[in-house]
């Protein structure tokens, strides 16, 4: 699967905030806090209209990781299904199976919970999945594998996370290397700043 593969400091110098959730890019941002390239410290151009649904699409975009294609995938399916198109997007995007790997803390940020998924580490009610965007369900049941639970990378980033966790749809078990999907979050709960109105008017124009 293809995938974005440049500088991810650039990408959140870009948008102004942290969208991939590393402590090392908030010590960028405090470093350096304006757009990147050759005009970033003196650019004062006023956005246009459609760059502000842009940047709003692209925020949302990068934030999970995902190319143009996929994202705007999702965003037909949201589309599709009944009630406010934009809760619709964002509810999928936070089922996806590596957003919720590192939702619970089995993964530092999303890209390494999609390297941990796609080498087949995690079990989702007892089966093993290795597809990142395996939609859960509600109740399911997401665990580390016996043999993945000594591997270093994953121990770590368990550590680096909290022991509990902070989304009420979400309960983690630690120290049995498992977690539970209890229920699809209701918008006003998931953290990401983003318009979600000019990401559909983007896709609506």
């Known amino acids: ?75 037909k399916k949201a589309a599709k299904a009944s009630g406010v198109t934009g809760d619709n997007l964002l509810q999928l995007l936070e089922r996806r199976l590596d957003n919720v790997v590192y939702r619970m803390g089995f993964a530092v940020t999303r890209m390494q919970a999609r390297q941990f998924v796609n080498h087949g580490h995690f ?35 368990m550590d680096k996370t909290e022991v509990t966790s902070p989304y009420s749809w979400l309960s983690i078990d630690k120290e049995n290397f498992r977690g539970q999907f209890n229920s699809i979050p209701a918008v006003s709960e998931i953290p990401v700043t983003c318009d979600l109105r000019l990401v559909v008017e983007f896709y609506s124009k």
């Open 1 to 75: 699967m293809a995938k974005y593969t440049g500088p991810k400091a650039r990408l959140c110098r870009k948008f102004g905030e942290n969208i991939f959730g590393n402590a090392k890019y908030d010590k960028i941002l405090s470093r350096r806090k304006f757009p990147p390239g050759q005009h970033g410290r003196t650019l004062r151009r006023k956005p246009t209209d459609y760059n502000l649904h842009l940047r709003e699409k692209q925020k949302l975009r990068n934030t999970y990781c995902l190319l143009e294609k996929q994202f705007s995938n999702y965003f």
């Open 123 to 157: 079990l989702v009610n007892g089966r093993k999945v290795d597809i990142p965007s395996y939609l859960l369900k509600e109740g399911d049941i997401i665990e580390v594998r016996t043999k993945s639970r000594s591997m270093k990378a994953l121990v770590e980033a």
